[in-house]
């Protein structure tokens, strides 16, 4: 039984230009109102990712910064070693002009670079140092790799009494695949990266916000 709903944002409740799909928000909406909770869980910063959820009235908590800092009740926790991640991009920065993404001095946790470079030109430089590097397919972050999306979405689900197993995720790309290991429900919408697919349980035939739409219609209302 299908407990929560975790969701990701770019690419999967947004389109590839990041606009909001409107079938995404109504399927939110649904969800909330049948008394299931959706948590919000992102690579975005933690005030953005938290004025979203509060428009769209979600009660589940939020998993942003790529796991570095959850928010439930609020209560406010930053579990990404932001110095760790500093120093390492210290270092790429030597290597190559990279250029941080809009409003990164408001990240705690995590550092985010546009994709001017390919990722694994990153990984490969960055090959010596502790951290992760993810493509999101909307920027390359740096991150502490002691932290995810699925161990941080396990530690916000435990604050509404809801177990791993219990909950549905639904994402699109690379710093997806920790996220829907740690939950009972994979899917992947059509727009998802390969690896992601090869993961999920169920991939939608629909993109974006209308493959959303698609998985909790199936999953949690019993719609086919």
């Not at 705690?108 to 990984?123: D, W």
């Amino acid at each position: 039984m299908i407990k929560a709903l975790a969701l990701d944002i770019d690419g999967t409740i947004t389109d590839k230009n990041r606009r909001g799909c409107i079938s995404a928000i109504d399927t939110i909406y649904r969800v909330e109102d049948s008394g299931i909770p959706v948590i919000i869980t992102t690579g975005n910063i933690l005030c953005f990712t938290n004025a979203l959820s509060i428009f769209l009235a979600t009660s589940g908590g939020i998993v942003a910064e790529n796991g570095g800092v959850i928010e439930y009740n609020g209560s406010r926790k930053v579990l990404g070693n932001f110095e760790v991640c500093l120093d390492a991009y210290n270092h790429l920065k030597s290597e190559l002009p990279v250029e941080k993404v809009q409003n990164s001095h408001l990240r705690i946790s995590e550092i985010a670079i546009t994709r001017k470079f390919p990722v694994q030109t990153i990984k490969e430089i960055l090959k010596d140092f502790d951290v992760r590097v993810y493509d999101s397919k909307f920027a390359i972050h740096i991150t502490d790799p002691s932290v995810s999306k699925g161990s941080s979405v396990i530690k916000v689900a435990e604050n509404i009494d809801v177990k791993p197993s219990e909950i549905l995720a639904i994402g699109d790309s690379e710093n997806d695949i920790e996220f829907l290991q740690a939950v009972g429900l994979k899917v992947a919408v059509s727009n998802a990266d390969q690896e992601l697919k090869d993961i999920a349980d169920y991939v939608t035939n629909q993109p974006h916000g209308n493959g959303v739409k698609e998985a909790v219609e199936k999953y949690i209302f019993g719609i086919n």
